[in-house]
Nanobody, 124 residues
Framework: QVQLVESGGGLVQLGGSLRLSCAVS???????????VGWFRQAPGKEREFVAI???????TVSDSVKDRFTISRDNTRSPIYLQMNALQPEDSAVYLC???????????????WGQGTQVTVSS
């Protein structure tokens, strides 16, 4: 069983920072090391939105809406996947979810495995 667990969310003031983590278990290191891992977010009443992805070899893509403020990273194939979020705005408030799949896509529908999500709330 593949399991992804997000952590690091919380309540933060406008302009603050958070670092989210996505821990993965239930899949072999070699297999998972070749997966793409993505971060998505979903606000109430809104469609799930792409935030950032990382390929198995370390290439990254970050949404234009947050690329100047957010960074996706991973120390190695055995470490969690991080989303560093700086200069947070109220519009960033959402449930943030990590996902994994064998291909590289910004479309959430193309991902096979999902975590439960972690809430990020930015107050003004």
């Amino acid at each position: 069983q593949v399991q992804l667990v997000e952590s690091g969310g919380g309540l933060v003031q406008l302009g603050g920072s958070l670092r989210l983590s996505c821990a993965v278990s239930g899949v072999g290191i070699d297999e998972f090391g070749r997966y793409s891992v993505g971060w998505f977010r979903q606000a109430p009443g809104k469609e799930r939105e792409f935030v950032a992805i990382m390929s198995w070899f370390g290439g990254t893509t970050v949404s234009d809406s947050v690329k100047d403020r957010f960074t996706i990273s991973r120390d190695n194939t055995r470490s969690p996947i991080y989303l560093q979020m700086n200069a947070l705005q109220p519009e960033d408030s959402a449930v943030y979810l990590c996902a994994a799949g064998p291909d590289y896509h910004t479309d959430y529908r193309r991902y096979d495995y999902w975590g439960q999500g972690t809430q990020v709330t930015v107050s003004s």
